[in-house]
């Protein structure tokens, strides 16, 4: 397979140039939040220019010869394998950009969540507040249907920019926002095999000073609550208003905040955050999601449902 990668960037990269990172073998564990995972066969990072045309024909061709392609964000949300990704990682991280019309944004999908809370707050528009100190990206935003602070993308989602691999050739095209078409961590995005490159967000005239509070007070309340203590992905598992509490509180009443399973453990702060210690691996993290599911099963009746997504081998 490594023959038919590197022949493959060979030619794309002749086909429209592009200053991209590229690596072989590259751990993953340097990519992720939770700072775990094997080796990426190969990782390429595209620049800006040519990007889309770049990232296109990358795909198209690996797809044609049965390679698999994983879009990778922010990392935010996932634990890769200790073995890996087989195939092409297509690192998205460099496509940042940001414009506005009127009392609408938009931003290229590899733009960070703080970056895109800053720029609209510099505009004095308001509504992507919640999305500040968040971890990851606005493409991994809009493909989680990112939510926190009683706010979700898709309340002010308007439209997505995609490149479609569904027929046998890509297609880029404008996604109008359908929030019936969205739910609880869900978005029309997921499962597709879909390349997000960018969205756009109507927003809501406010006062900057007022925008910028709020902001403040979500990085806070995230610092307190121990998101940035150690490398994690935020919330392990998802809430489900069916329980009658959050996933947390279910956790820690069962008397499991703290359980360590090797460097993988329930943070002793908070009961639905998963923390790498220092030295845990990916089946470290499994292994202590997996109890902790079959735990809270057996004393509540209730299944768990992971909002980590686990990648890779």
Excluded at 53 to 71: C, G, M, N, Q
Excluded at 191 to 208: D, H, R, T, Y
Excluded at 295 to 306: A, I, M, N, S
Aim: hydrophobic residues 40%.
């Amino acid at each position: 397979m490594r023959d038919k990668i590197e022949k493959i960037v060979k030619q794309c990269m002749e086909l429209f140039p592009n200053d991209a990172e590229i690596c072989y073998d590259d751990f993953m564990s340097e990519h992720t939040t939770f700072k775990v995972g094997g080796p990426a066969d190969c990782r390429i990072c595209p620049q800006t220019e040519n990007f889309c045309a770049f990232t296109s024909e990358l795909i198209r061709r690996a797809r044609a010869e049965k390679i698999p392609v994983f879009i990778l964000g922010g990392g935010a949300n996932i634990v890769v394998s200790d073995k890996g990704i087989r195939g092409i990682t297509l690192d998205t991280c460099a496509w940042k950009g940001a414009s506005v019309e009127n009392n609408t944004v938009s931003f290229n999908s590899g733009t960070s969540m703080d970056e895109v809370a800053e720029f609209a707050a510099a505009q004095s528009l308001g509504g992507l507040e919640f999305l500040a100190g968040m971890p990851g990206t606005i493409g991994g935003a809009v493909y989680m249907n990112a939510r926190c602070y009683g706010s979700e993308i898709a309340d002010v989602l308007v439209w997505t920019q995609i490149i479609d691999f569904s027929a046998e050739a890509p297609e880029e095209k404008r996604v109008s926002a359908d929030k019936t078409a969205f739910g609880y961590k869900l978005s029309p995005f997921q499962g597709k095999g879909n390349l997000i490159l960018s969205a756009a967000f109507n927003l809501k005239p406010a006062e900057i000073n007022e925008i910028k509070s709020k902001m403040e007070k979500n990085r806070k309340d995230r610092k307190e609550k121990g998101h940035y203590n150690f490398p994690c992905a935020g919330s392990a598992f998802k809430n489900n208003h069916k329980f009658g509490k959050p996933t947390g509180q279910i956790i820690d009443e069962l008397g499991l905040k703290g359980r360590q399973i090797g460097g993988a453990q329930i943070a002793p702060f908070h009961g639905n955050i998963m923390i790498n210690t220092g030295n845990a691996t990916a089946a470290d993290i499994r292994a202590l999601m997996d109890e902790v599911t079959a735990k809270v099963k057996e004393k509540t009746g209730f299944t768990l449902e992971p909002e980590i997504l686990f990648i890779g081998e």
